[in-house]
């Protein structure tokens, strides 16, 4: 009786874990990460951030006892490796507000690349139980892309109700005749080669890329291994060249300041630009030929208002480029000291 019993159970405690749903836990690990816990006034730990590269902040905190407060995420400018005067953060606020006054709990939400971070906590009076615990942390890009599509106009006559043949939504394709989709004009779609239709028994669909000049793939012109190819201009497919390339960049003072030569007639793609300044300034990148861009001098991009540090991603396929026989440079607007470093491909 008692074998019986156990092998009830068994059974029973088996049809039970059958039945648990299975779940797999999904968490993004922040890049970077700062905890604080404050009873009075103060400043957290100094984030370096020269080497991690976060742009994408999150601050949340809970208060608990003060009756008022002043909570302001900062940023610095590298001065030598250590930071140099703290400020409200000069990135953009997504969403939230910077500094952060609730006095039960808030969150926020922002954008930017800067050396060095932390928070501080002002305009509080220490007393018994009075405390504020939170976490600062960041990701090199943004974790989670959303979109808020709101609704425009209004649908009138009920179009689109189930089972009510008067309102159905009546879309049909066209030959440049007649309807098509119905039972006397069914639905019938063709490619062309510019001459006849394609995908019928006398002209099979084929399908090639170009170099510019002849087909790519056949038996004279095969793909290179290793080869990436971008559609041009003229609608061929181009080989995308390699950002292969890479120089370092020192500006010092307001003005123009080369950061990649002219070489030839071949052109300047940029797919990284990084930057970090002592002091706040506009940054414009130019091209330009003879002693740094002064001769034609002509904006790549427009100018990057009152930073402290800069960092373009553009890619490998990026559409940022100079002309041909041009060399590329940067434009400060303030006597300011600063460097990075540049990628590129120059073809």
Not at 44 to 59: E, H, I, M, P
Not at 86 to 92: D, E
Not at 104 to 121: D, E, F, K, N
Not at 273 to 285: F, I, R, Y
Request: charged share 10%.
């Amino acid at each position: 009786m008692r074998k019986t019993c156990l092998i009830l159970f068994a059974l029973l405690f088996a049809s039970l874990l059958r039945a648990q749903p299975l779940t797999t836990p999904v968490a993004i690990t922040p890049d970077c990460l700062i905890f604080f816990d404050f009873t009075d006034n103060a400043s957290s730990a100094q984030f370096d951030n020269r080497f991690l590269g976060c742009k994408t902040w999150y601050v949340a905190y809970t208060n608990t006892g003060f009756p008022a407060l002043t909570l302001t995420f900062q940023d610095a400018p590298d001065n030598a490796g250590v930071p140099g005067a703290w400020v409200a953060f000069a990135g953009t606020v997504v969403e939230g507000v910077n500094p952060n006054v609730a006095v039960t709990q808030a969150s926020t939400i922002m954008y930017g690349y800067y050396p060095w971070l932390r928070i501080t906590l002002t305009g509080a009076t220490a007393g018994a139980g009075r405390r504020i615990r939170g976490t600062f942390y960041g990701y090199r890009q943004t974790p989670v892309a959303t979109a808020l599509l709101v609704p425009a106009g209004a649908i009138t006559a009920n179009q689109g109700t189930p089972a009510v043949q008067a309102n159905r939504w009546p879309v049909f394709l066209s030959d440049g005749v007649n309807a098509q989709g119905l039972v006397a004009n069914p639905l019938f779609t063709r490619l062309s080669d510019g001459a006849a239709a394609q995908g019928v028994v006398a002209n099979p669909l084929f399908a090639r890329l170009s170099d510019g000049a002849a087909a790519v793939g056949t038996t004279a012109n095969p793909l290179a291994a290793g080869t990436e190819y971008y559609l041009g201009a003229t609608t061929n497919w181009t080989p995308a060249p390699a950002c292969d390339q890479r120089a370092t960049v020192t500006l010092a003072g307001a003005g123009t300041t080369q950061i990649i030569a002219a070489s030839g007639a071949t052109s300047v793609r940029l797919c990284h630009l990084s930057l970090s300044l002592d002091g706040a300034s506009d940054v414009t990148v130019v091209q330009g030929t003879g002693v740094n861009c002064a001769t034609g001098p002509a904006n790549i991009t427009g100018a990057y208002q009152n930073l402290l540090g800069l960092a373009l991603d553009l890619g490998d396929r990026s559409l940022v480029t100079a002309g041909a026989s041009q060399a590329v440079c940067v434009t400060l607007s303030a006597a300011v000291n600063g460097g990075g470093f540049v990628t590129y491909a120059q073809y």
